[in-house]
């Protein structure tokens, strides 16, 4: 199926493109939800949903759907305005496409704009709304706590108990609040309110100096800094018109895939500890900090901070260098080899794993998951091969697709995804293109909007930057893949026991920065 | 008992009560062996708990006396079974014809009370504990009880110091099966009743899957000291229990298999260590088919000795 069809308004992008913001078609607020749901029925998925206040005082709300297979992006927008003293409204998207839900309640959290008929509308971060009208479910009162005053779901009954925990947890990780509705030790339903990492991240990108706000990106969720800037560095180099070196895309692919290997490496070892089983967590553990040392001695920083900037890279790799890290990655990806079949051999493992916080392909499509949460469930998508940027466009990683959509499934899709990464760095640190790792990106084009995508390790992160009449950065909306998925979190806990749900947030880590902003 | 009997009975029971946070700490060495690290000193037990002592304690409002009495009597009861239980040598400080039930109960009791004082805080978390803590007691009491038959048949004695004596060196050549049986299961309720993998982790931060450690999270100071030798002391009365009835000794053995037997709870130690770094936990619904399957095996043993006693 054609993914734009001649009558309807969308505009097509592709990763790593600008267009000016008046090409983008604009629709009625009224037809908005019936308009942008229709792009579902051609295979769309809701890449982004994001309002920006307008000079007027209005909101302009601007969907972004994604044609995987197509590779391509398609934009649209409409104005919701207040009339007659009513608060702003329009239609919500939510109802015929849960994917929208986590997006319509930011939208009315920031803005006080009602997506009406929304069937979850409750408070996604928690604060006020930038004028200060009230959002739909009332004001905001900073003075209770979160957790006290949320409208929690709740299920009745004689036997029924509530367990709440969070936001202090018992591990060194980030505040979350998890309210569980319980029968006996069966979970039936689980609600998730975030919010306590909120830092106002977007504003902060708007630094005049690209430097500056890259360093922003980069702390949008930190063990993703790579995954971030990659996606930030291609919105705004497209707004630049720069186009980086062959040499420094490959870099930043190596950078992108040794962040990948150490939280992959990472999680599997994490998803050991907590069903107890130590060798193949112990091991792990240890080569997680193999791979982020790795990164360090390309950049200086563990976590590949400070490496990507708009128009290439800081931090070039000598041959003499890639060669040491290509040797050492070889070694790696022996023992890495080692452990893991050693790990996915053990019945007793595997007994914890199958059948363990299962999300159909469904639920999947509906809620709109992204990265190895999605392709656990038999979900085709992967930026780096569906929309191509950078190094991606000549070399190709195949997608890493399961289909259970358990715990197991999320397990086994790391390990390809482990296998395959460990591949393409050798193949890189073996003969990289010439080229300047770095050109200064120059002017930006005025009153345009360049979006950038990139499969960042749990999936996939967007940066839409817009641009005024001087080329000044005047909006930048950041996603982190995180917000996509922490509903399906919830949704694989239905039915299943409380003490799996350690297990189950673990296959799934999902960063609560990068959800709160 | 005369006094006499007391007297060379004392220094073995304070080495026995020196012993168990030892045990311990041979459990931690072992699964950092199998981590590649070097674990903490051997000692770090004994620190924890002096440390403990020292410090104060903190009591919820919401909690009554319930709660200060959970980790004292359980810590009381499970002490005054100790001195039923044979340890190092057979010799026990307290022994009478049917103290082997007495013994259950005391178990039982220590049971009821960290589970009230984990019920009196009123916290979910430690109520969900409490639930799971009953649910498999109530699971593993019928191994132990139809395990304590088979021994009270081969030895022809419901006190447990002869129960578990010299008399069964002969039962293993009549009833060998029924022994080995018996062996099985009492592993099996040795893991479960001390909180080890596969039934449970006492490593884990993760308080939605603790059993044990979830019940005592908020128990402090001196409370927890005792809540954690208690554990301790638990794992080495069972595990005697354990290597009494696995590996009889022969009566007159003296010192030499006081020193065995020693080495023997070491060498116990080493192998729960061994077994909780090679498998990961069971699923908690998985834990019961575990409890029933040590039931079925001291069942199996009872029905062998019952026939070949009446055969």
Redesign the interface.
């Known amino acids: 199926m054609s993914p734009s069809s001649a009558s309807a308004p969308w505009l097509t992008v592709r990763n790593g493109q600008c267009v000016d913001q008046a090409a983008v078609p604009s629709v009625s607020s009224g037809g908005f939800a019936e308009h942008v749901v229709s792009a579902r029925g051609r295979g769309g998925r809701l890449a982004q949903l994001f309002g920006r206040r307008t000079p007027e005082g209005g909101v302009m709300l601007y969907a972004v759907v994604a044609f995987d297979h197509a590779g391509v992006l398609e934009l649209c927008r409409t104005p919701v305005e207040s009339r007659g003293g009513e608060p702003p409204a329009y239609p919500c998207l939510t109802a015929h496409w849960p994917a929208a839900q986590a997006f319509e309640r930011e939208i009315a959290e920031q803005y006080g704009v009602h997506p009406l008929g929304h069937p979850w509308l409750k408070p996604l971060r928690y604060h006020a709304t930038d004028n200060g009208a009230p959002a739909p479910w009332g004001a905001f009162d900073s003075s209770k706590p979160i957790p006290g005053d949320y409208p929690f779901y709740r299920v009745d009954g004689e036997e029924v ?5 969070g936001p202090v947890h ?2 060194v990780i980030e505040p979350g609040h998890f309210r569980f509705q319980c029968h ?2 069966e979970v039936l339903h689980l609600e998730i309110a975030l919010g306590y990492e909120r830092r106002g991240a977007e504003p902060l990108l708007l630094h005049p100096n690209a430097a500056r706000s890259a360093l922003v990106a980069e702390t949008i969720a930190g063990d993703a800094s790579v995954g971030h800037a990659l996606a930030y560095c291609a919105a705004l180099e497209a707004l630049a018109g720069v186009n980086i070196s062959s040499r420094a895309a490959a870099i930043r692919g190596i950078a992108l895939e040794l962040e990948r290997l150490a939280n992959h490496v990472g999680d599997l070892g994490a998803l ?1 500890t ?6 193949a ?3 792990l553990g ?1 080569l997680r900090g193999e791979f982020l040392s790795l990164t360090l001695d390309v950049c200086g920083s563990r976590f590949g901070r400070n490496l990507l900037r708009p128009g290439g890279v800081r931090f070039d790799i000598e041959s003499e260098l890639a060669a040491a890290l290509r040797a050492r990655v070889a070694g790696l990806q022996k023992e890495v080899q080692q452990v893991l079949d050693m790990m996915f051999a ?1 019945s ?2 595997l ?2 794993f199958e059948g ?1 916080g299962v999300l159909s392909h469904e639920q999947a499509e509906d809620l709109g998951l992204v990265g190895p949460a999605a392709r656990a469930c038999g979900c085709r998508r992967d930026v780096r091969c569906d929309h191509p940027l950078g190094i991606f466009r000549f070399s190709h990683i195949p997608v890493s697709v399961e289909t259970t959509g358990d715990v197991y499934a999320r397990a086994v899709v790391r390990w390809l995804e482990v296998q395959r990464s460990l591949e393409f760095l050798l193949e890189q640190l073996g003969a990289k293109p010439e080229g300047r790792i770095f050109q200064p990106p120059g002017a930006l084009r005025p009153n345009a909007l360049g979006v950038g995508l990139a499969e960042t390790w749990r999936g996939e992160a967007m940066y839409v930057a817009f641009t005024d009449d001087a080329g000044r950065l005047s909006f930048v909306k950041a996603k982190d893949p995180s917000i996509h998925n922490w509903f399906g979190l919830a949704q694989a806990l239905r039915g299943m ?7 189950c947030n673990k296959s799934f880590n999902l960063s609560y920065a990068g959800h709160d902003l | 008992m005369s006094v006499l009997r007391a007297l060379t009975v004392l220094p073995e029971a304070a080495v026995v009560l020196a012993l168990p946070p030892m045990l311990m700490s041979v459990i931690a060495k072992t699964k950092a062996w199998f981590a590649g690290r070097v674990g903490p000193p051997w000692l770090q037990p004994y620190y924890d708990m002096l440390k403990l002592l020292r410090k104060g304690t903190v009591y919820s409002r919401t909690t009554t006396w319930v709660f200060r009495a959970g980790p004292i009597v359980n810590l009381a009861a499970l002490l005054t079974a100790a001195t039923m239980i044979p340890v190092l040598s057979g010799d026990v400080l307290l022994g009478f014809p049917g103290d082997v039930v007495l013994v259950a109960y005391l178990f039982a009791l220590g049971r009821l009370f960290t589970v009230l004082a984990a019920m009196d805080t009123g916290s979910s978390f430690e109520g969900m504990g409490a639930s799971r803590e009953v649910t498999f007691g109530t699971m593993s009491e019928p191994a132990l009880f139809l395990s304590f038959v088979v021994l009270a048949v081969a030895t022809k004695s419901l006190e447990l110091s002869e129960m578990v004596g010299p008399p069964l060196a002969i039962a293993w050549k009549s009833v060998g099966p029924a022994m080995l049986l018996v062996a099985g299961a009492l592993t099996i309720v040795l893991l479960a009743e001390t909180c080890r993998i596969p039934v449970d982790d006492p490593a884990t931060h993760l308080e939605l899957t603790m059993i044990h450690e979830v019940m005592v999270l908020d128990h402090s100071g001196p409370d927890f000291a005792f809540i954690s030798y208690a554990a301790a002391l638990k794992f080495m009365l069972l595990g005697s229990l354990l290597l009494h009835v696995a590996l009889p000794h022969a009566a007159g053995w003296g010192a030499v298999g006081v020193l065995l037997r020693l080495l023997e709870l070491g060498l116990l130690a080493v192998v729960v260590g061994a077994i909780e770094s090679t498998m990961a936990r069971l699923r908690l619904n998985r834990v019961p088919l575990f409890l029933a399957g040590a039931s079925v095996l001291s069942g199996l043993a009872t029905a062998i000795v019952l026939v070949r006693s009446h055969g």
């Not at chain 1, 907590?274 to 060798?279: A, S, V």
């Not at chain 1, 026991?497 to 297990?503: E, G, K, R, V, Y």
């Open positions: 108990h509530e367990v709440a925990v018992a591990g006996g030790e050991c907590d069903i107890g089983f130590l060798p967590s112990a091991f240890r053990q007793s493992v007994a914890r363990t026991a409380i003490s799996d749900f350690p297990l």
